[in-house]
């Protein structure tokens, strides 16, 4: 089975996913987990993700978690995807770090424009 890479563009991370394993085990091996874990089988929303660029298949997931308009988005559950080519994600919600990030950069822009 051919191995992609996969850059997750929240992090800065990239990891190596084979194309029978979903992107949630992939992370989970490396260790690049940035999304929370909870039923591994597509029911909980947990570790939704968007997918911004690359070929992927997707397993059965939530519609009350995924409707279609989300999914024409990209955004899907990390546990129900296989990567098909390369992938670029983001992480939904976005960790904390990246919160709080966001917000003092926003904060010190107001800031610089008094
Ligand atoms: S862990 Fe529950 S949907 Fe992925």
Avoid: W
């Avoid at 997750?8 to 490396?30: H, I, P, Y």
């Avoid at 260790?31 to 874990?37: F, R």
């Amino acid at each position: 089975m051919p191995a992609y890479q996969v850059f997750n563009r929240t992090t800065g991370d990239s990891f190596t996913c084979n194309g029978d394993q979903s992107v949630l085990k992939a992370m989970e091996l490396v260790g690049k987990k940035c999304v929370p874990v909870g039923c591994r089988g597509g029911g909980c929303g947990f570790c939704k993700i968007r997918v911004v660029e690359g070929d992927f298949e997707c397993g059965k997931m939530s519609k009350v978690h995924v409707p279609p308009e989300a999914l024409a988005q990209g955004e899907v559950l990390a546990c129900r995807i296989y990567p098909q080519a390369d992938l670029t994600i983001e992480c939904v919600p976005q960790p904390v770090d990246a919160i709080v990030e966001q917000a003092t950069r926003a904060k010190q822009t107001t800031q610089q424009d008094r």
